[in-house]
């Protein structure tokens, strides 16, 4: 267990002046308890097998010699393969079984196949809860953005990718900061988002900054990777891991070769994943892994149950795992807590991008992770020449974390401007003047 660190307080916060915004349109969406929510899809395992020569005749062959009751084959690779000469990369595929078929019992028998992972197509959900009451981006202030700014505002070629509905590519607060991104969900490269969970993350994260209109970005000027790998589920966005773990890859540039995604020149520095998975899945976690051992830096969502249970990926250990706080530096009531949540950022009343270029506020642990995933893009730009891992960025988050009001979990409340001042740099920043945003 990691060393608790303590933690200084600071009491003083530079004056944020407050966007004044137009055109904002507002919605309330249900929060759904997670307990009623299905942990898997009804009648379907999914199947990742290891680099080999066989075509996918030959493996679908292969697996019906355990489960015979298969209907239907659908691979994410979407071409068919031949056998060949060479290896194929890893691959996966979704099996449709036949009706009152044990879909745990079914995984099981075909991982006891040499070179095969099987587990139920686990489903996963936005941790977003949206509550339009309270003014907007105090989240900024209370955490020391607008201070750390002064010090740091990003660099373009840090690049934040954003897993999650997709992002409103055309927003006037995030369409210059965009990188082509893909869209896993209808498999082309339009990450269009259709619910807005994307783009409120995506605007928390890295919107622009000091142009006259809309929001500040935690990280104003770092670079955004959009990624679409869950869906409008109405009103509630679900993802599978299979395909998390393929934005995941992704993001990465697809380092162990993985057939049928596509390349990505843009390779991401940080990864916010604003999502949920109770199921510890060992797919999804293999894409975690992938993208830690690339180098990226991964933050996450803790959950809104009230819980101490883990949820994935938060709860993996290369993830830095992000609790919801609230303006009074108190852990909201709907956060999940315990010693595997690493700190919290403000999570209550967000202000932040929306579709059809509007703004709106968004609660839970969901806008808490890209308040996070924007400062490891400060720091990755603060450090220079410096290779910051994600272990010594983890560190730095907890060593200059406010405590909250009442624990319950590893770290503190994010300080940007401590983050940032904590931070290796070997050339001292330019100062910047003291930023106005919104106006």
């Not at 199921?279 to 009230?306: F, K, P, W, Y």
């Not at 010693?339 to 509007?358: E, R």
Request: glycine fraction near 10%; hydrophobic fraction near 40%; include cysteine.
């Amino acid at each position: 267990m990691r060393k608790y660190l303590e933690k200084a307080f600071f009491t003083t916060l530079m004056p944020l002046i407050v966007a004044v915004f137009v055109g904002i349109h507002i919605t309330q969406t249900e929060h759904v308890s997670a307990d009623i929510l299905p942990q898997y899809v009804q009648g379907e395992v999914i199947v990742e097998i290891s680099p080999n020569r066989k075509g996918d005749a030959a493996v679908v062959e292969l697996l019906r010699t355990k489960a015979s009751n298969i209907r239907a084959v659908k691979s994410f690779h979407r071409e068919d393969l031949p056998d060949r000469e060479s290896a194929y990369g890893p691959r996966m595929y979704t099996l449709k079984l036949g009706e009152n078929e044990d879909v745990a019992s079914v995984a099981e028998k075909l991982s006891q196949i040499p070179g095969v992972v099987s587990e139920p197509n686990y489903i996963g959900y936005a941790t977003e809860v949206n509550d339009p009451y309270l003014p907007a981006q105090w989240g900024i202030e209370y955490s020391r953005f607008d201070e750390a700014y002064n010090i740091e505002m990003g660099e373009n070629d840090i690049t934040i990718a954003v897993i999650d509905s997709g992002v409103e590519l055309t927003h006037p607060d995030l369409q210059n900061k965009l990188l082509p991104g893909y869209n896993f969900v209808d498999w082309n490269d339009d990450p269009s988002d259709d619910n807005g969970h994307g783009t409120k993350m995506a605007g928390i994260a890295a919107a622009t900054t000091n142009n006259e209109i809309g929001i500040a970005g935690s990280c104003p000027e770092c670079s955004l990777l959009p990624i679409r790998a869950g869906y409008d589920n109405g009103g509630l966005v679900t993802f599978s891991a299979g395909k998390v773990k393929w934005a995941l890859a992704f993001a990465v540039g697809n380092p162990t070769g993985i057939e049928g995604i596509p390349h990505n020149p843009y390779l991401a520095d940080v990864i916010s994943m604003s999502l949920r998975f109770t199921n510890e899945s060992t797919i999804l976690h293999e894409g975690v892994e992938i993208a830690s051992q690339a180098g990226a830096v991964l933050v996450a969502s803790a959950g809104n149950s009230g819980s101490s249970s883990p949820v994935y990926p938060a709860g993996f250990p290369e993830v830095i795992s992000v609790a919801a706080s609230d303006d009074e530096g108190t852990l909201a009531g709907f956060s999940n807590y315990g010693d595997w949540v690493d700190v919290a950022a403000p999570g209550v009343n967000i202000m932040t991008t929306d579709l059809a270029g509007g703004y709106e506020y968004s609660t839970g642990t969901s806008p808490a992770a890209p308040f996070v995933a924007g400062l490891a893009g400060l720091m990755l730009s603060r450090s220079d020449q410096y290779d910051l891992s994600s272990e010594v960025i983890r560190e730095i988050l907890l060593s200059s974390s406010v405590p909250l009001a009442e624990g319950g979990i590893w770290g503190g409340n994010i300080d940007a401007k401590s983050s940032l001042l904590a931070t290796p740099c070997a050339i001292k920043k330019k100062t910047l003047p003291y930023v106005q945003y919104g106006m």
